[in-house]
């Protein structure tokens, strides 16, 4: 997981945790003996092994995780079977026939299932600090995880940056600044950068000084051409110009840009009374190579008001982000980590689409038919399985299963769930392709399936930085430097058995909702972004 944050020096975090989202993996203990460790630090590896075993079993599984990983006299004393059982009915997991297992086993599935709950992660956590070189801004910064890690940002004469990430280091890759003799960089702004799913990044600049009916903002592409395979290569950049009529008296606040050149831009005014308007510009055929610098490219309008249906609208600025394959464009309002959407392209699928939408729907928590009203975030999982009877006289279907993030107000506070919705057709009809996720925001039957204990909504002006990670297994959330991570298996939350799955102290059986404990990491700086 990256982590984007500063401290008093302005430093970029890149935090590597010891459980990654593929297979757990369990370290070895590292190699201290045991009499040395006990006669400089502490007399209680002395004690018999019967008191060292009791010792484990009263040690919350955290504390008992690491401690397996400190000397082989808690390695021994921790294969114990009712020490194991004690610890793996604390944590996530299947718990059905657990008492059939040896001894071994159970040693072998409790490390895989503290490693995969991060059990020890707030200890062991490889966090790796670099310092960028050029004196940049970390305001204006955007990461991609498309092709490699990057960092792209703004430095001190108005040059983007791009930095190489390694877990060895980091690389001043390019310095890049538009190259048109009709552009002075000394007497423009630069006013966002963004991104593409492909790679290219997107600057926008505007003139220091805004004449009325004269000023244009413009709009640089930096396409990048490989001309190498190797790690050191030289890389060659294209640059597209477009200049894009400026808005008087409003202001610029929100980038995103898609693979084909497509630009999507928010603007606010204060007399708009709290609206955001955004206007998607469109390109005019394929992208070409080279410099382009042709005319205004269309463009269309969308606004929130105060009347749309939307969280808060007058609070505060929204940004534009394109998100699956570039068919949607979610509208990001920093202080809140579930979004609205729009399907910008001509034909996209779903009801509504090329309109504002917000999936907000009624979930009885409580099970007492008083329904809450909850927003749905885009879905992290899903699954498509076939040979599902609704019913013993009902014909063969087929299943998609969504989960995803629904966050609503309960009980005096914000609460944020993980919600789950099927959706079934008929086995002859369906076409038994991959799941869609975008296909299960349309959906309107959601029922809460875990509560993420611990989350809270963030109350600073960075609000509630959230990351998904790409197999949904683990949700990152950040409040200013607070830094939780919640780990789980998507598989097991879609059975109707869920009582196996979760700690017994954790599930409430009269609601069927089961509770997931966050781990909290190290964070030394304010966290900016996340992305996995």
């Known amino acids: ?127 790796t600090i670099h310092k960028l070189i050029g004196g940049p801004s970390l305001a204006k910064a955007v990461i991609s995880r498309n092709h490699g890690d990057y960092l792209v940002t703004v430095g001190r004469s108005g040059m983007i940056l791009v930095y190489h990430l390694f877990q060895d280091g980091v690389e001043l890759e390019s310095r890049l600044k538009p190259k048109d003799s009709c552009f002075d960089l000394d007497h423009h702004e630069l006013i966002n950068i963004a991104f593409s799913t492909s790679g290219d990044i997107a600057a926008l600049y505007k003139p220091g000084t805004i ?128 979004h609205p959407w729009s399907s910008p392209q001509v034909g996209s699928y779903g009801p509504g689409a090329g309109y504002l939408r917000e999936n907000s729907v009624p979930i009885d928590i409580e099970k007492q038919g008083r329904p809450r009203r909850f927003v749905i975030d885009m879905p992290f999982h899903g699954l498509h399985t076939k040979g599902h009877r609704r019913s013993d006289d009902s014909e063969l279907s087929c299943q998609e299963s969504y989960l995803a993030v629904g966050v609503g107000y309960l009980c005096g506070k914000n609460h944020a769930f993980i919600v789950r919705s099927n959706r079934y057709t008929s086995t002859e009809r369906c076409h038994h392709t991959q799941i869609d996720l975008a296909e299960g925001r349309w959906l309107s039957d959601w029922q809460a399936v875990a509560l993420l204990a611990g989350w809270r909504q963030g109350s600073s002006s960075l609000g509630t930085v959230m990351a998904i990670s790409s197999q949904g297994r683990r949700i990152a959330v950040a409040d200013w430097s607070r830094l939780l991570v919640w780990s789980f298996d998507p598989g097991m939350l879609r059975l109707k058995e869920r009582e196996y799955y979760f700690p017994v102290r954790d599930y409430n059986a009269r609601r069927k909702i089961g509770q997931i404990r966050p781990t909290q990491l190290r964070c030394p700086a304010i966290v900016y972004k996340l992305s996995w």
């Open 211 to 338: 004449k009325p009916a004269s000023s244009y903002l413009s709009l640089f592409i930096f396409q990048r051409k490989l001309t190498g395979l190797r790690r050191g290569d030289t890389r060659t950049w294209y640059q597209e110009r477009r200049d894009l009529e400026y808005i008087w008296d409003s202001q610029p606040t929100g980038l995103s840009v898609a693979a084909d050149g497509t630009t999507c831009i928010a603007w606010t005014n204060p007399a708009w009374k709290g609206s955001t308007m955004f206007m998607l510009y469109l390109r005019d055929g394929h992208r070409t190579y080279g410099f382009d610098s042709g005319p205004s490219p269309p463009f269309s309008t969308y606004s929130f008001s105060e009347t749309d249906d939307v969280p808060n609208p007058s609070k505060t600025a929204f940004e534009p982000r394109f998100i699956d394959a570039d068919k949607f464009l979610t509208f990001h309002d920093p202080n809140e980590p579930v």
């Open 1 to 127: 997981m990256v982590a984007l944050g500063s401290c008093n020096r302005f430093r970029h975090q890149r935090e590597r945790m010891a459980a990654t989202d593929q297979e757990p993996y369990a370290a070895k203990p590292m190699a201290f003996s045991s009499t040395i460790f006990a006669r400089r630090v502490s007399n209680i590896l002395g004690l018999p092994g019967e008191v060292l075993q009791a010792i484990c079993y009263h040690m919350d599984v955290q504390t008992f995780a690491v401690a397996l990983l400190t000397c082989k006299a808690f390695w021994s004393a921790g294969q114990s079977k009712p020490v194991l059982l004690r610890h793996l009915g604390a944590i996530p997991g299947w718990r059905k026939d657990l008492k059939d297992l040896t001894t071994h086993e159970l040693f072998s599935l409790f490390r895989l299932r503290a490693s995969a709950d991060m059990h020890s992660a707030g200890v062991f956590a490889d966090i």
